[in-house]
């Protein structure tokens, strides 16, 4: 969803609530479940425009220990303000303000185009702030066995999985060179 904010860059101390109800958006980095929806309200101050509300939605993640999806809520606080300016516009000598967008990430996308905010962007990089770094399906995921794969949440394996400690192993060794070397030849 695009909106037109001309009429708010327009007008210094005005307020628009808006309430927001988008598609699920799904992308190469992103699955939500369920329609984004909650409040926002474009504030202009004169000197900044502020956008302030909440949003929810549920997202698939995949666990990042044993690999299945799962689904996540989320509830997410937008508190985002953009640095206005004041513009000459047109052969009168009008102005107008406009949005000053700072690229201070350059994988994000652009959110104004003049006076057209593009919410849909500003949703999808708020929601993928407030995703887990390392996803788990649950907090005590024991993840998969790295040996033989088994999903150990729901399946036992045969696998030795009895950490090595390094110094018995180094022992293992110097017993077994040993009983090489005393075997007769
Ligand atoms: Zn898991
Ligand atoms: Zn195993």
New binding site residues.
Partial sequence: MKLDLNEILSRVGMRFPYSVEEAPIVDEDLECDSPIVGSIIFSNTGSVLLVNGQISTQVVLE?S??L?YYQMDVDSVIEEQFPLEIKPVGPRGRHIQVVVEEDENPDAGKLFEGSLFNLTEMLRQNIMLSLPTQP???PD?K?LCPHCGTDL?DFTCDCDLTPVNPSLSKLGELLANKRVRIEPS
């Fill in positions: 666990c220990r044993c299945r788990l399906h649950a995921c993840g949440n």
